[in-house]
């Protein structure tokens, strides 16, 4: 069963930092794009990152650039997040896309196999 399990989240302070996790079950990376994206309440679902399947290329959305750093280590991705702002809560996702490169702006639609996210709080 193909399945994107998010964890790593929590409470941190302003300046702090937190790495998310997203393994995947039931198909290799080797052959998707996977992106970040997060959802904060009363706001719509936007793209944080996006690692390319071609040449293991990775993108930001620009409020996210210099802080934040995405890796991949075989069926797992890593969100490594420095300098967190309060305006960076919400919940984050990963998800699947097919193709040789991740396209921006990221579109919600073209990716699937949603995780169930996991919960970023930023305050003091």
């Known amino acids: 069963q193909v399945q994107l399990v998010e964890s790593g989240g929590g409470l941190v302070q302003p300046g702090g930092s937190l790495r998310l996790s997203c393994d995947a079950f039931?198909?290799?990376?080797?052959?998707?794009?996977i992106g970040w994206f997060r959802q904060a309440p009363g706001k719509e679902r936007e793209g944080v990152s996006c690692i390319s399947t071609s040449d293991g290329n990775v993108d930001y959305t620009d409020s996210v650039k210099g802080r934040f750093t995405m890796s991949r280590d075989k069926n797992t991705v890593y969100l490594e997040m420095n300098s967190l702002k309060p305006e960076d809560t919400a919940v984050y996702y990963c998800?699947?896309?097919?193709?040789?490169?991740?396209?921006?702006?990221?579109?919600?639609?073209?990716?699937?196999?949603w995780g169930h996210g996991t919960q970023v709080t930023v305050s003091s």
């Open positions: 998800a699947r896309n097919f193709g040789t490169a991740c396209r921006w702006p990221l579109e919600r639609n073209s990716f699937g196999s």
């Open positions: 039931g198909f290799s990376m080797d052959y998707w794009n």
